[in-house]
């Protein structure tokens, strides 16, 4: 058997549709981002869970965890998820953010 091939055409296509249904990220104003900051500090000073939505590659995700360390100067925030393993996010990926009880 041998594998299939895509036409140029076809590859195009699906291109396309891919692209159209990414979103562009909403422009935030300095109070959103004072509100993230804010409830982001809260939730690392008393060690609370927190649900953040991301932009990312024009996709929203969403990542829950406990926030352990912000970088001062490239804003890179480092999370620990449920399973104990870390993930970098930079805070211009930010959304949203709920501090869960």
Known sequence: MQPAMVLPELAALWKEDADYYRQSKMVMDEYQVEEFENNIHYAMEYHLPIRFRLHKEGNSQELHG?????HPFTKELRIQKKDSSFEKIQFNEIIGV????
């Open 66 to 70: 406990y926030c352990v360390y912000i």
């Open 98 to 101: 709920i501090v869960e009880d």
